[in-house]
């Protein structure tokens, strides 16, 4: 079992910052990727950012150029940073981590979700 805890979700103004980080645990032997996911209401879940264990990290169109993915190795989390947030960013972002556990299993796992809500 590997379980994520999200945080750093809230409300913010149009224009403004926020940063979430997802801290992995459990008997884990390697994560590859992770990355975070997002699903506004009546939408389905899409993809916001990933970063693999070597540093290569991919965006959605939407994002790129005001986000950014970044992760610790070492302490299994996870960051997004947003910048310039708009009222269409406002979602339910979701932590999601694949890897193999210690004793060689794969694992693909989820979040419980923080919510990013960007209003005036």
């Known amino acids: 079992q590997v379980q994520l805890v999200e945080s750093g979700g809230g409300l913010v103004h149009p224009g403004g910052s926020l940063r979430l980080s997802c801290a992995a645990s459990g008997s884990i032997f390697s994560i590859n990727p992770m990355g975070w996911y997002r699903q506004a209401p009546g939408k389905q879940r899409d993809l916001v950012a990933t970063?693999?264990?070597?540093?290569?990290?991919n965006f959605a169109d939407s994002v790129k150029g005001r986000f950014t993915i970044s992760r610790d190795n070492a302490k299994n989390t996870v960051y997004l940073q947003m910048n310039s947030l708009t009222p269409e960013d406002t979602a339910v972002y979701y932590c999601h981590a694949r890897g193999l556990l210690a004793g060689g299993s794969a694992f693909g796992s989820w979040g419980q979700g923080t919510q990013v809500t960007v209003s005036s």
């Open positions: 970063i693999t264990s070597g540093g290569y990290t």
